[in-house]
């Protein structure tokens, strides 16, 4: 799409045909272009963009105008960096993530440099695409693939992936604790699956309760849970299931549990099993 636009832009320059150019950037309801001169200012918009401008940022673009201007400091700041990013010569893809009257939206940035025939980079330009509902149905898979069903917390393999990434962040510490409940078998036997089911949620939500928001808290199967903890240090982490535990004694079955806590740092060259098989 963008090469096409490009060529007809050529095409218009180099023989007067605005028409077939015109009509495909003022077509099109998903696609918004503008360009940005060396100076920041805009030098092309087509309707559709101006359309959105007006409709998520409360301002019209208009040809001339520098946008940062009528955009908040972070989206300033942001839109900056990848303005300059690409009048180094780099063309590249961004994603933005916009909340804007109570809805999320996601747009992906096709920036690249303008090259005027001699080769000189004289501008950027960007193609904004809508893929919200793409992103929508992306995120509702992996709903399905990393979330447990009866809690509505993550699963084991989500957080090997996030252990994974912690590892690859070089974070401090990386801390994994793994708890179960005390005599859940038999609670479940005496009491009947439903009630066991919500035991395991109330457990879930006091463990996500207690936790920093940071916290990646997991069912990993039965009445084993796992809560894996970065920047986290030992003495905290036990203080924190702690908390948990004294919760838990004073519910209606007065429950206790079960928990083991490892610590390490990044450089470890352990991997998840590791840790849990210490924790």
């Known amino acids: 799409c963008f090469s096409v636009i490009f060529i007809f832009y050529l095409f218009r320059s180099r023989n007067g045909n605005f028409l077939i150019a015109d009509f495909i950037l003022e077509s099109s309801e998903m696609l918004s272009l503008f360009a940005v001169d060396l100076n920041y200012r805009f030098i092309a918009l087509n309707q559709h963009d101006i359309d959105v401008m007006e409709e998520f940022f409360g301002f019209t673009p208009r040809i001339g105008e520098v946008p940062f201007t009528f955009l908040g400091e972070e989206e300033a700041v942001k839109l900056k960096e990848n303005?300059?990013?690409?009048?180094?010569?780099?063309?590249?893809t961004s994603l933005d993530i916009i909340d804007k009257k109570?809805?999320?939206?996601?747009?992906?940035?096709?920036?690249?440099?303008?090259?005027?025939?001699?080769?000189?980079?004289?501008?950027?330009?960007?193609?904004?695409?809508?893929?919200?509902?793409?992103?929508?149905?992306?995120?509702?898979?992996?709903?399905?693939?990393?979330?447990?069903?009866?809690?509505?917390l993550f699963n084991r393999r989500y957080l090997e992936l996030v252990f994974e990434e912690i590892q690859n962040r070089k974070e401090d510490n990386i801390t994994l604790i793994i708890a179960d409940l005390d005599d859940f078998k038999e609670i479940n036997d005496r009491y009947g699956h439903h009630e066991g089911d919500q035991l395991l949620i109330e457990f879930g939500?006091?463990?996500?309760?207690?936790?920093?928001?940071?916290?990646?808290?997991?069912?990993?199967?039965?009445?084993?849970?796992?809560?894996?903890?970065?920047?986290?240090?030992y003495p905290t982490a036990k203080m924190l299931i702690t908390l948990v535990k004294n919760e838990m004694k004073k519910g209606a079955h007065k429950l206790s549990i079960s928990y083991g806590?490892?610590?390490?740092?990044?450089?470890?060259?352990?991997?998840?099993?590791?840790f849990y098989k210490k924790a």
């Open 83 to 92: 303005i300059d990013k690409a009048l180094e010569g780099v063309t590249f």
């Open 102 to 152: 109570g809805e999320t939206l996601y747009w992906q940035n096709n920036f690249s440099p303008i090259y005027n025939n001699r080769r000189k980079i004289i501008g950027v330009s960007c193609i904004v695409l809508d893929i919200t509902e793409q992103k929508k149905n992306e995120l509702a898979n992996q709903k399905l693939i990393y979330q447990d069903s009866l809690t509505t």
């Open 205 to 233: 939500n006091c463990l996500t309760k207690h936790m920093p928001a940071s916290a990646v808290v997991a069912r990993l199967g039965g009445d084993e849970f796992a809560i894996l903890l970065s920047g986290v240090p």
């Open 261 to 274: 806590v490892y610590s390490n740092i990044y450089n470890s060259n352990l991997e998840f099993l590791d």
